[in-house]
């Protein structure tokens, strides 16, 4: 996911709303060739697993729950969500 080489025109633009999880219809592997971050309330965060900046959460494991499946579960937070490139 680092890629330091690439200029900002190289790097495809960020959606609205992203996925990690490859079995989402909003994962977008094109994006994860790249260093991303998100900052959540002004303040950058680590674990975020999906995102949607125009409806304003963030989705985060919830501790180390798992569900019946092995998955994590996880929570909603509502707030000021801003993705960019590092």
């Known amino acids: 996911m680092n890629d330091t080489a690439a200029t900002p ?3 495809p633009a960020l959606p609205d709303h992203l996925s990690i ?3 989402s219809p909003h994962h977008v592997a094109a994006v994860f060739e790249h260093d991303i971050g998100i900052r959540f309330n002004g303040k950058e965060r680590f674990d975020v697993e999906e995102y949607c900046v125009s409806e304003g959460w963030i989705r985060v494991p919830a501790g180390k729950t ?4 092995g998955q994590p579960l996880m929570i909603k937070l509502k707030g000021a969500v801003e ?3 590092r």
């Open 9 to 11: 025109s190289e790097r």
């Open 21 to 23: 999880d490859p079995r």
């Open 66 to 69: 798992v569900d019946r499946k």
């Open 83 to 85: 993705a960019f490139y």
